[in-house]
């Protein structure tokens, strides 16, 4: 639009002015319109929640990807495992075809951990049997040794320590006889024990079995205490002086050959072997017999043999294959505290025979009666128990 000028020079009159004012207020007019509607259309464009005061177009929570962690690497999980679901929904709904979950929903995680998904692992251990009057610890039975009553109401016995019990160290508040603690007790010392082995090698003996009565003997000696003394001997001839050297015991051993025949007879060897530990230093004396064929003994070979024992002070360990009799035996053994047992695999049944010698504490208690007595070993939420007496 051209607006004519009366003035040369430029200058505006009132009249010009008077003119220009509808223009002024028709561009005022359009303004405040397109302000209106700018205003109107704003809260469409933006989110204006108080979650998002800042006016930017939100994103949703389930494409946020937490940054890794620097403090720790994230756990593997196991795609066979389950693994809780997370609490934010996918942006992306899931197959029309899928199976809907049968899984309970869990509680939802804290929403600031960056931590990977928890997986919920089952646990496939079984629990063992508990006692409701035992503080609900797991019951096994508890090998007890020979009880010495001669200072009776004190009394003193070993107590082998379980396999799982292994590795730690018993204290007297562990120990109880008819549930009362008892005075003391304390690890043998494996200086003060001496054993007699005696290997079944003789003429009709199968070189196998005697690879198995070989294999057992080198565990025997593997697993004794150091400074424990071994002294060995066979039907065949050998006999050892008593050494703590594992090395000298192991070659010994490995040495005994099928075949050879017989220069002392096993019942009478067995009694020259235990009369032979009663002058050794140590007072904690045991005799282990391997067997590989059946062994008999006249009633004179017997009492010499239990005379032997008895004034020993020794414990008589028996194994024999599985099928062997060894009656008359075993039944000295049982007497004097040892372990007697038969097995297919004597290699394996060595273990009960070590743990018997060289996993021992001496138990110093007090009994009230000369009864039946409970004692009991309880560690770890473990507890075995076995019953004595009379005594």
């Not at 040369?8 to 010009?16: K, R």
């Not at 359009?30 to 177009?57: E, H, I, K, Q």
């Not at 200072?151 to 508040?173: H, K, M, N, Q």
């Not at 006249?298 to 060894?326: F, K, M, N, W, Y």
């Amino acid at each position: 639009m051209t607006i004519p000028s009366d003035q040369e020079d430029g200058s505006s009159s009132p009249g010009d002015e008077r003119r220009r004012d509808p223009l002024i207020l028709a561009v005022v007019g359009l303004a405040a319109t397109l302000l209106l509607f700018v205003s109107a259309a704003l809260p469409v464009l933006t989110d204006r929640s108080p979650d998002n005061a800042s006016g930017m177009t939100p994103v949703p929570t389930s494409t946020i990807r937490p940054p890794p962690s620097t403090s720790s690497p994230p756990a593997l999980q196991s795609p066979s495992l389950p693994s809780r679901q997370s609490p934010v929904a996918a942006t992306t709904p899931p197959p029309t075809t899928a199976a809907p979950s049968t899984t309970p929903a869990t509680a939802p995680a804290a929403t600031t951990s960056t931590a990977p998904p928890e997986q919920v692992i089952e646990s496939t251990a079984v629990p063992m049997p508990r006692s409701p009057d035992r503080g609900g610890a797991a019951m096994g039975r508890l090998a007890v040794g020979p009880i010495d009553t001669s200072a009776f109401p004190r009394v003193a016995f070993d107590v082998v320590v379980p396999e799982p019990l292994a590795a730690i160290r018993l204290r007297s508040t562990m120990v109880d006889v008819d549930g009362a603690p008892v005075d003391s007790v304390t690890a043998v010392d494996p200086r003060d024990i001496a054993v007699a082995l005696l290997i079944d090698d003789g003429p009709s003996v199968d070189a196998a079995v005697l690879g198995h009565l070989q294999g057992a003997s080198v565990e025997l000696v593997r697993h004794l205490g150091p400074g424990s003394a071994l002294a060995l001997a066979t039907p065949s001839g050998l006999a050892s002086a008593f050494t703590s050297s594992r090395d000298a015991n192991i070659g010994r051993i490995a040495a005994i050959t099928a075949g050879s025949p017989a220069v002392t007879p096993l019942p009478g060897l067995l009694t020259s072997a235990i009369l032979e530990l009663a002058s050794n230093p140590a007072r904690d004396r045991h005799a282990v017999l391997l067997l590989g064929e059946g062994l008999d003994a006249t009633p004179e070979q017997l009492a010499a043999l239990e005379r032997a024992v008895t004034s020993s002070g020794t414990r008589l360990h028996l194994i024999v294959r599985r099928g062997v009799d060894a009656t008359a035996i075993a039944s000295v053994a049982a007497a004097s505290g040892g372990v007697v047992t038969s097995a297919a695999n004597v290699v394996a049944a060595i273990d009960e025979v070590t743990a018997a010698i060289a996993r021992r504490y001496r138990v110093v208690a007090t009994m009230t009666s000369r009864g039946e007595h409970s004692i009991a070993l309880t560690a770890k939420d473990l507890r075995y128990e076995v019953t004595v007496g009379p005594v």
